[in-house]
Every structure is written in structure tokens, then in C-alpha cells.
């Protein structure tokens, strides 16, 4: 990637997101709502890089050059997911959103095995709306693993307002010994184990897959998961429909993911592009729910870049 998700600046101070939070929690919704339109201009015509991301992406996903219109749009669905997810995290009942959930037997399935399920999800709608899977069924454990070290001001706001969500919050930024045990320990108790991926860290293995008819790498930190500790993968959307309407989507990906050992890369590889299908299908039928806003695909120098060292390795 030609600039790498973690190395942009968070999205505005701890202030103004605790600001945020104030205004949202004690003048409520639709007064905050409000704000989102200033907020959409301002970073509409302060971000230039964010404002370029979104205009390359639309173009791609609505098959047509997109208009400013459109990156207003796009702008403004992101925001309005974030300022959700203080309600989605704070509220005991969420009955101020409408919900609407597609293939949960596909779910449940999975999870009268008993064994955990690995839920798949990216930065494409709301992954905090997969909380109203938890009210209905508050036996359920749902963890989430997450770096930390990524928007602290954010995480440590969302964190405050849930200190329930934050105990079941696996840091994927510890070491790997301490990640795969509280993985095995999460599945052990037959958790749904939450995981997003679309995004690599620095250092993260990853695999080359289409998306939108260009290249791009994504983690397959969530495959190798699955085969370690023997986990059902489900995917899982949460689509922001505009207002307070979501939709919750799941897909069994896979009931068994064994990956051998002679055979992995290839693999990966297999189980990688079969999520970017999915993704892509989702994020043509619902484009401003797309909210990887930077160059998520190779970029043209990178790829001679990659040519090359291949050259160099080859000749060494």
C-alpha cells in the first residue's frame, strides 16, 4: 500500500471525540446527527487524501465516475457509523435501531457445535451492530480481536463507555505466545471470536487476491486461526441502511478449514480470495459502507517494486 492505514493520523483529537461523545449521549441522537454534516464538510475539504481514496473507490464500486456528491455521502455513512457505535456500545436495550438479520441459522449452526465460531468481519459497515446478536443471546460470549495500539483516543472512549465489551477485547498487539493462548482460551468456552479482515499490520503475512479486478493484500492471520484451533468461519456484515436501520448478515465460510502444512500458502491463498469475493459483492451492493479510506490496492510503483526484488531474489 502506498500509505499504510496505521501510519494515517487518527481522525480528530481525544477532545473533540469525548466532545462527541457529550453531545451524542446527553442531547441526544438526532442532535448529534446534526453535527454530522459539518463534520462531513470539514473533512471533506481538509482531508485531500481521504477525499481521493473515496472518489477511487466509488469509481470502481458504481461503475461510474464518482461525483462530490457521492464522496459527501460516503463521507458522512462513515460518520454516522462512528457516532452509532457510542449508542451501540453504551445502550442496554439498542431499541432506539432498527435491525434486520439475514442467515443467523447458518450462525447458530455453527454454534451448537460448541466449539467457538471465528466471525469474519472488515471495515465496511458496523461491526459494533453485531451487538444486537449479543442482547438476543447474552449467553453468548463475543471477543473481539483488535490492535490497541490503532486509534487509541477512540478505542479508549469506546472502552469507557462498556467496560463489559472491553474485558472481552483480545490486544492483538501482545505477543503471539499470549495471543494463541486467549485464543484457545476464548474458544475453549465456545466464544464467538471476532476478527477483521481486511486490513494487515505491519509485518503481517498476507496473500494477494482480486478485488474490484486489481490486486490487493489482505491478512491471513484469520485463516491460520481457524485451522489451529479447528473453528467454523462465519462472515459478518453489518450494514448501515441510513437512520437507525442495520442490517446483520452471516455467511458460513467455512465449516472445517484445515490447512496442511506441505499446502499452506496455496491455501491461504484460496481461503483469502473467497473473502474478498464476499467482501466485494457486499461493498458493490452497499458502496458507502465502505470505510477503508486509503489506497487499499497495490499501487503501481509498488508492484514494480515487488517485480523487482523478485528479479533480485531469483538472480541471488
Known sequence: MSAQWSERREAGGRFAIWLIRGAGLYAGRGFARLA?????????????????????????????PARAW????????????????IYLLHDAKLDRFAFRVHGLEQLEVEMARGRGVLLLGSHFGSFEALRALAIRRPEVRLCVVMDLKQTRALNELLHALNPGVAANVIDAGVDPGALALALHEAAQQGALIGLLADRARAQESTAA?????????????????????????????????????????????????????????????????????RLEDYARRYPYNWFNLYDFWDSPRERADIRRDSVASAAG
Open 209 to 277: 487476491v482480486e478485488f474490484f479486478g486489481r490486486t490487493a493484500h489482505i491478512p491471513v492471520a484469520g485463516y491460520q486461526i481457524a485451522s489451529m484451533l479447528d473453528l467454523p468461519v462465519v462472515l459478518a456484515f453489518g450494514v448501515y441502511l441510513g437512520g437507525n436501520r442495520y442490517d446483520l448478515h452471516f455467511e458460513t465460510l467455512a465449516q472445517n478449514m484445515k490447512i496442511p502444512r506441505g499446502d499452506r500458502a496455496a491455501q491461504l491463498q484460496v481461503w483469502a480470495q473467497r473473502y474478498a469475493a
Open 36 to 64: 454530522l454534516y459539518p463534520i462531513t464538510l470539514y473533512f471533506y475539504f481538509r482531508r485531500a487524501r481521504e477525499r481521493r481514496d473515496s472518489r477511487e473507490f466509488l469509481t470502481l464500486a458504481l461503475g461510474r
Open 70 to 85: 457521492d464522496i459527501l455521502k460516503h463521507i458522512h455513512s462513515y460518520a454516522a457509523t462512528i457516532l452509532d457505535r
